[in-house]
């Protein structure tokens, strides 16, 4: 098992609870889930996170605002937005705020694993390193 956590951002339960399913199955990865944007903060807050696979509309906070706050928290924290919001602008200003990726959904098991491990990889985090 990997000492990587990631956590992931989704307001849909059940959307939630399939990532993180894959997540940990193919990468071998320790998870962590929230429904809402003040979950998320309350978990960030305890623990660091290599990782967060966040998706952009949340019932309580914009979803640009908490990656501006997950990022005060910790810099080193690579944010994967995951999102049905296919907007230029959107995507954009994820990115200027210090988004590592974004992808559209429904996006590939293989994509976003793929761009999970290019964001360990960043942070010198290996697959399978204990």
Same mark, same amino acid.
């Given at each position: 098992?990997?000492? $990587? ?7 849909? $339960?059940?959307? /939630? ?10 990468? /071998? ?102």
């Amino acid at each position: 098992m990997s000492e $990587a956590t990631i956590l992931i951002i989704e307001d849909d $339960a059940d959307v /939630c609870e399939s990532l993180g399913d894959v997540i940990e199955m193919k990468g /071998c990865y320790t998870t962590q889930k929230a429904l809402t944007a003040q979950g998320a903060l309350a978990k960030a807050s305890e623990k660091f996170f290599n990782v967060i696979v966040q998706d952009l509309t949340l019932p309580d906070m914009d979803g640009i605002e908490l990656l501006r706050q997950l990022k005060k928290l910790y810099q080193a924290t690579e944010v994967i937005i995951l999102t049905g919001q296919t907007s230029l602008e959107k995507a954009e200003e994820a990115m200027r705020e210090g988004a590592f990726d974004y992808l559209v959904k429904p996006s590939r098991p293989e994509k976003l694993m793929g761009a999970i491990e290019k964001a360990l990889a960043k942070q010198g985090v290996l697959p399978g390193e204990v």
